[in-house]
């Protein structure tokens, strides 16, 4: 299995302020055949599924603002929220989608300093 | 607009089985070039990949539970299911399904979840 591991578990960022998440995979989820790395983020509300916000390591889907963007490839990526907002407060969960079982990262929780 | 609804009982016996059901609405579920999974999530951890199904043929499971998971899609009424069997208490979580488009977007549309206890 592909094991994820998210840092921080938990931030805290002044309204604004930009926060960044980090994920990495035990190997490398970047397919050669099309240069595409198969790696997700999702945001996590209480009470609520997860929401995907972006895939492809840095392609948004559809409605997410463009302060959350995705970078990184083959083993180390980043989530980065550039301006931090009260409806952010959230926890953020990578997933890889680069060979099954699909896995997860343990999640990071976002909060408002 | 696509829709996920799972249902099924949210208390199992020790030992039973778990049986849930996903409804889609919005789409037809053998319509499309997608696969269809479940995900589970016990209260305040993460997230656990079950497995999926492809309504032309194809499944995949999670080697840790493969033993003891069924899934199944039944086309006509625009449905997948869920079957573990021999639950303990680890197995209580929130199940969620989702549209798995492993293709590109990964799971882009995912049900509210169901909370499910096993318990005595």
């Known amino acids: 299995d592909i094991v994820m591991t998210q840092s921080p578990d938990s931030l805290a960022v002044s309204l604004g302020e930009r926060a960044t998440i980090n994920c990495k995979s035990s190997q490398s989820v970047l397919f050669n055949s099309n240069n595409k790395n198969y790696l997700a983020w999702y945001q996590q509300k209480p009470g609520q599924p997860p929401k995907l916000l972006i895939y492809w390591a840095s392609t948004r889907e559809s409605g997410v603002p463009d302060r959350f963007s995705g970078s990184g490839s083959e083993t180390d990526f980043t989530l980065t929220i550039s301006s931090l907002q009260a409806e952010d407060v959230a926890v953020y969960f990578c997933?890889?989608?680069?060979?099954?079982?699909?896995?997860f990262g343990q999640g990071t929780k976002v909060d408002i300093k | 607009q696509v829709q996920l609804v799972e249902s099924g009982p949210g208390l199992v016996q020790p030992s039973q089985t778990l049986s849930l059901t996903c409804s889609l609405s919005g789409d037809s579920i053998s319509s499309g070039s997608y696969y269809w999974s479940w995900i589970r999530q016990p209260a305040g951890k993460g997230l656990e990949w079950i497995g999926r199904i492809y309504p032309s043929g194809g499944i995949n499971y999670s080697p840790s539970l493969k033993s003891r998971i069924t899934i199944s899609v039944d086309t006509s009424k625009n449905q997948f299911s869920l079957k573990l069997h021999s639950v303990t208490a680890a197995d209580t979580a929130i199940y969620y399904c989702?549209?798995?488009?492993?293709?590109?977007?990964?799971?882009?549309?995912w049900g509210q979840g169901t909370m499910v206890t096993v318990s005595s």
């Open positions: 997933q890889q989608y680069y060979g099954t079982p699909w896995t």
């Open positions: 989702a549209r798995d488009r492993s293709g590109d977007r990964a799971f882009d549309v």
